[in-house]
């Protein structure tokens, strides 16, 4: 869209301006071939609409709005003029008829008036359009279309109407102002080829003033008033037929603006989003940066002291020191969580895969937990299928990292009972299942489980320093390895299962490029 207003504002002056165009044509030929003097009053009321709304349209078209006084005083004047030719002998003082160039007229005193309009308002048009021409660079295109359209038709006007005619040649003189359909058509060009002003409601509207403009004309033709009473009132009913059917399309295309421009605000505010989703990813992945390297030192001086390399240590000591350890130890995690976030949603997670055996996957994941979950006094129960497993395309670290954190939370979220482990084929897929006896999961809270930051109500009470990170990592992960990963919890205190499942067949080479290459973003 080129200026303020709606499409339809600036195309309806232009519609009537070919219409108007389109009028002085048949008048001119009703001059020529009927017997109808006064098409010649006809043909000056029909000229004058066109710079009448050519001024209204040039208007609409350069300035952004439009004051209503400067419209009112163009429709005004125009109105006077277009009923001047039928007042007296003001304009026309009288009507010959010419055997070769049809009827002619006696101009009257008032006709200066009529041409000086004329010469106003075309140069008020071309003032403007050069106005825009050079301040409007965006639109240099279709204005020097239009400028070349209104330049041929002034130079063409002005040749038929004055040039030949003062030389005594005045056979082209009826091409003068219908000659502005050169102009209608560089701009109809400018409109198709640049998009510019909605080309349907421009059809429209010109179909309906052609359709509207012939059945005038015919009212004029009538011979017996009973003719013309008979075309005045199918005038009449397609008027009114044509007036609903305009105004349908119009709300139509309203509406389709307005979609149209919702759906751009809606995808813009989605892009600034984007990027400052981005912006936030990369902030949080250089503050964990610079947070994880001190802290991975404190928590190596702290072993290091527990040890005696730095002088004995009293039991107080040791008990705050493994307190230190303990935080330092969380804190990393934590840091830990937010990079691979930041790395998942900005595509930088690097996969290493390779072909992986599950079993032992699992295996060290048991092997490193046992002793949390004796601690806890839980049972940790490991089952491996009978016959060994197909082995899987994944990155083992992150799956195994998905894993251990599934049955660390299930040890943190079981106060007493088991936690199993299950490992086993279905299908073309290697289903790991984490099950506890523990304080399971409302059917609320299920779908907002892998979602960030998202923690369960009462889960504070067991694992205090819990930041809700861990399942939206893992949920990343595995998707990330082609697979899929939910929960399922019959309720509150009924226990909770996880289950994840990874493809045993998936193309290696889709799921470095599709799903673990950077760039790739996941649906999180
Ligand atoms: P965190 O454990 O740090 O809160 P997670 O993302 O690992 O974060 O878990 C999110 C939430 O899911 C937990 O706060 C808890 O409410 C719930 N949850 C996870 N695992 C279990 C489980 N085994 N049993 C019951 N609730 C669980």
Known sequence: MIVGGSDRKKSLPFALFSFATFLVALSYFAIHKTD?????RWSYAFGVLIPTFLLSWIYNYTSK?????????????????????????????????????????VTGPLYPAYIA????VYGVVLIRLIEVFRNRP??????RLILTGFGIYGALGILFGLILPFFGYDRLTDLDIPSSVIFVGFTSYAIVQYRWMNV??????????????????????ANTPNQRFYKSAVFAVLSVLIYFLVKGVLSEVKRKEELQTMSDKLAQANDKLRKLDNAKSDFISIASHQLKNPLTAVKGYVSIALEGAYGKVEPELRDALGKVGNTTERLINLVDDLLNISRIESGRMEFTFGKWKLEDICQ???????????????SLEYTKPDTPLPEVTVDGAKVRE?????????????????????????????RVTVSDTGIGIPQSELPYLFAKFSRGKDTGRLNASGTG?????????????????????DGEKKGSVFVVELPINQNEELVKTGWGGSGSRSAL
């Open 36 to 40: 109808f003097p006064d098409s010649v």
């Open 200 to 221: 349907k409601v421009i059809a429209v509207q010109l179909l309906s003033a052609l359709i509207l403009g012939v059945a005038l004309f015919e009212v004029f033709l």
């Open 65 to 105: 709005s439009v004051n209503v006084w400067k419209k009112v005083a163009i429709y005004v004047t125009g109105l006077m003029l277009f009923v001047l030719p039928f007042a007296g002998g003001l304009l026309i003082s009288g009507i010959n008829k010419d055997a070769r160039s049809g009827f002619i007229e």
């Open 364 to 378: 060290e994941v048991i092997d490193t937990l046992t002793l949390k979950a004796e601690e806890h006094k839980l």
């Open 402 to 430: 998905v894993i251990s954190n599934l049955v660390d939370n299930a040890i943190k979220y079981t106060p007493e009972g088991s936690v199993k482990l299950k490992l086993e084929q279905l299908n073309y897929n290697i």
């Open 117 to 120: 309009f004329y010469i106003i």
């Open 469 to 489: 990170l861990g399942l939206y990592v893992c949920k990343g992960m595995v998707e990330n390895n082609g697979g899929k990963i939910w929960a399922e919890s």
């Open 138 to 143: 965006k639109e240099r295109k279709q204005t």
